[in-house]
């Protein structure tokens, strides 16, 4: 699966991920524990080698993908579901917190390539046992048990798979068992998000092509691994582009009927600013998996970016259904709100997730926004500085400070901490947007559009809100940016 210059408007929506069961900024609705409404709970790791922890997480996401298939369940994403990974709640308890009717939870013991996988599919309402089945079979069978599970559910359930539904549960991802075991290793670690694992991700999904070149999902995984690399500011986006684009290419390529795939290769039209591309496949995705959170969620990040708010906050209301505990998705709303001006509704939303997570710096850089965007400046330095905290003084988060203080009218602080922002070591990299505000804050016109010439020529993620960024009414008009925004296909 799915930054620009600063942390750009994905990263802040899609990353870091949260451990936390309580993330769920938005209001509850009344719980109505519908047993087609499902979450697969992380599976245990009962293996005598820790290091087989990969493969329990790993395996609990391909049961998400799978089950995900049967249009007729709901099933809740993997970032709600692994916040319950070794708290010990009662299912009655994750029930309710979830608004799920039925919760699938078991166990896997791999050794060498033998595994061991107990499951148990339970009503919430009465904590009766629906079914359950223990495996013990070769890691070759995997794909079978997963399958195997799948129909049990949907059975237990009683709920129809449509055949198409139904091919898509029996496809082998590939006939490599090395390939897959790889897959998961690779998976494992571009959840965690950080720079040096989405690197050792990338060499595994690397590893798992080698094995089979016909593996559609590791290509998928390299891209979106790039991406992140990107959109996290561990690399330029234009240095990885490239990398990106052919892997999610090869990846719709070598299987059309992936909604991941067909997610990466949006993400990777988004980024050459190709709005109806990137739409016609995040289109596709959801049509192939309607169950698939994330194409909600950067199919609502692309709407917001091209203007269209209504929509974006209906596909952002469908992730959060899909993913109820998801910050990232509260943070995507708060950014919505905050485009149509509702800043009351933002900053409420901010706030609750803040309580829970007080350092999950997304919710901290949207309210930031929130706040420079209604005049607020002692109240978004107040939210700068915690940002400085919590990133150690990251260059970016500095730079943002930067337009802040030029914003307030303090531009002496302003220019200083564009200083020490310029000054950051050889190789860092600090994007271009923040700095674009500063100078517009600082009434440096000529130097912004500079840099939003630059920025357009390495395919910046944010050039977007020069259409619509309110902070950026006093350039939006000049000759220079109009160009720019025709350019990606956007109009004042």
């Known amino acids: 699966m799915s930054e620009d210059k600063s942390v750009g408007l994905k990263a802040w929506l899609s990353g870091p991920k949260s451990k936390n069961p309580k993330a769920n900024a938005l209001p509850t609705p009344p719980v109505q524990m519908d047993k087609r409404r499902i979450v697969v709970l992380p599976l245990a790791n009962i293996s005598s080698d820790p290091k087989d922890e990969y493969f329990a997480d790993g395996l609990t996401e391909e049961l998400i993908s799978s089950i995900s298939n049967i249009s007729e369940l709901s099933v809740i994403s993997r970032t709600s579901a692994m916040t319950f990974k070794g708290t010990g709640k009662k299912v009655g308890d994750i029930g309710k917190e979830l608004d799920v009717g039925s919760v699938l939870e078991g166990s896997v013991r ?65 006939e490599s068992t090395e390939a897959y075991g790889l897959y998961l290793k690779g998976r494992f670690l571009w959840n965690e998000r950080t720079k040096q694992a989405l690197l050792k991700a990338i060499d595994y999904f690397k590893q798992a092509t080698v094995s089979d070149p016909k593996f559609a999902l590791a290509y998928s995984g390299i891209a979106d691994s790039y991406a992140v690399l990107a959109d996290h500011q561990h690399l330029p986006p234009l240095e990885v582009h490239q990398k990106t684009r052919e892997n999610a290419l090869k990846a719709v390529q070598l299987d059309e009927s992936s909604a991941e795939a067909h997610t990466s290769l949006a993400s990777v039209l988004e980024d050459e600013y190709d709005w109806d591309g990137a739409e016609r496949e995040f289109k596709r995705a959801i049509e192939l998996n309607p169950n698939y959170a994330t194409a909600h969620h950067w199919y609502g990040i692309l709407l917001s970016r091209t203007g269209k708010l209504d929509r974006s906050l209906l596909e952002a209301s469908k ?25 009351e509704l933002a900053e409420s939303l901010m706030r609750r997730v803040l309580e829970s997570e007080p350092n999950f710096l997304t919710a901290h850089g949207c309210l930031y926004l929130v706040y420079l965007h209604q005049g607020r400046h002692l109240e978004a330095e107040t939210v700068g500085t915690e940002m400085m905290r919590i990133s150690n003084g990251l260059p970016w988060v500095k730079a943002w400070m930067a337009a802040g203080y030029a914003f307030a009218g303090r531009r002496d602080e302003a220019k200083a901490t564009l200083d020490e922002v310029k000054a950051s070591p050889l190789g860092t990299y600090v994007g271009a947007q923040p700095i674009v505000y500063a100078y517009v804050g600082l009434g440096e016109k000529e130097k912004a559009i500079e840099l939003i010439e630059r920025d357009y020529e390495t395919r910046a993620h944010w050039l977007p809100h020069l259409a619509k960024d309110p902070l950026l009414a006093s350039i939006r008009f000049e000759p220079r940016v109009i160009e720019v925004l025709r350019k990606i296909g956007l109009r004042t």
């Open 110 to 174: 791999k050794s060498g390539n033998r595994m061991r996988i107990a499951v148990q599919l339970i009503d919430v309402r009465d904590d009766k046992h629906l079914w359950s089945q223990n495996y013990d079979r070769e890691f070759d069978d995997v794909f079978a048990v997963q399958g195997d599970i799948a129909k049990q559910v949907a059975d237990a359930l009683r709920v129809r798979i449509l055949p198409r539904e139904s091919r898509q549960i029996e496809k082998r991802p590939t």
């Open 319 to 343: 992730a959060q259904l899909l993913d109820p505990l998801s910050p990232q998705i509260a943070v995507s709303l708060g950014f919505v709100y905050d485009g149509m001006k509702k800043y």
